[in-house]
């Protein structure tokens, strides 16, 4: 018996189980009462501290169960039968005593163990946070480095073209357009030295390197780094994929980052999730879904997310809409036609 409790924290339920098998030989045997009987209630407490919770109510009835054999061989009854009965209730209490403490500390580590997960679901939402506005930001500067580029070369090659066609005939005008051109494309280097110089400034451990806007490609990438922040993702694509211009690729891959990220949030610890891209004949379509709390999730009503999807889709034409998921959970789906030049 003393030796069953060097297992009792690794394997509780086999421990026990020695404990009670060695207490029916001793009550069968005949044996009588000693201290190393104690060992039962430390079993019994180990089983209800660290097994499950089938084992512990188990547990307590094979506690019950030794209480009423013990009582019945080691207790005699007299006429009134008080020492009797005192001894099973005392026996009883040591017995609830042991088991109480157990499940104190099951409730407690559970307890524990909820914070150190609501620890790290809180530090992954802060990265994740921390990525998405940094992807943002990411955005409006190539949004602003393309004005740049576009509006600077278009009075370029208008200037040139004009200077071209008044060389002949007025050289002066000629001159004050490759003047022009010289201020208009010192003014865009300089624009483009400065937004370059804020995408180096970035600590994202890349060596400071200036990478393209994601786009469909990027999918698995995307997929990689949400199930390395906890949530499983699975991807699964139907159909030939067929290339799409930059502008719809960024706005389909920020619509799915932004439904899993919204997963990664309210789903839960155990939920799962799953991309679903669908490239038809005339469209793409696309469902994010998870199984997790779905409508019971709790939103502070400030997000601005399902807008921010509805805006991309809604410049290249196509919808997305968003809800509880049949079943359990929530999905979101994208429709997006390609339509003419796609």
């Known amino acids: 018996m003393c030796a069953a409790l060097v297992f009792r924290r690794v394997r509780p339920i086999e421990a026990f189980g020695v404990l009670v098998a060695s207490g029916l030989v001793q009550w069968a045997t005949g044996l009588e009462l000693a201290p190393y009987d104690l060992a039962l209630l430390i079993g019994l407490y180990s089983v209800s501290a660290y097994g499950p919770r089938w084992a512990s109510r188990a547990g307590l009835a094979a506690g019950f169960l030794g209480v009423a054999l013990g009582t019945v061989r080691y207790v005699p009854a007299d006429e009134n039968s008080q020492t009797f009965v005192a001894s099973g209730l005392a026996l009883a209490a040591f017995v609830v005593g042991a088991w109480a403490m157990g499940d104190v500390r099951r409730v407690r580590q559970a307890y524990v163990a909820e914070l150190v997960e609501r620890a790290h679901q809180a530090e992954r939402e802060r990265d994740q946070r921390a990525q998405l506005a940094a992807a943002e930001e990411r955005a409006r500067i190539a949004r602003e480095m393309h004005d740049v580029v576009a509006h600077n070369l ?164 196509g919808t997305v809409t968003a809800g509880p998921a049949t079943g359990g959970g929530w999905r979101v789906d994208l429709d997006l036609p390609y339509g003419e030049g796609a």
């Open 154 to 317: 278009s009075v370029i090659v208008v200037q040139a073209d004009g200077g071209r066609y008044a060389g002949d005939q007025d050289p002066q005008a000629a001159l004050d357009a490759l003047k022009t051109i010289g201020d208009t494309g010192r003014g865009a280097l300089a624009e483009m030295r400065r937004l370059l110089g804020v995408l180096r400034a970035t600590d994202d451990g890349d060596g400071g390197a200036v990478r393209p806007q994601p786009g469909l490609g990027s999918l698995p990438e995307l997929v990689t780094s949400v199930r390395q922040a906890g949530l499983p993702v699975e991807l699964d694509v139907t159909g030939a994929p067929r290339p799409l211009r930059p502008g719809p690729s960024l706005a389909v891959y920020r619509v799915i980052q932004e439904a899993l990220t919204n997963a990664l949030k309210h789903a839960g610890p155990a939920a799962r999730a799953r991309v679903a891209l669908v490239f038809a004949a005339d469209r793409l379509t696309a469902r994010v879904s998870d199984d997790g709390r779905g409508a019971a999730a709790v939103d502070d009503g400030l997000g601005q997310g399902l807008a921010g999807m509805r805006e991309r889709m809604t410049m290249y034409g």
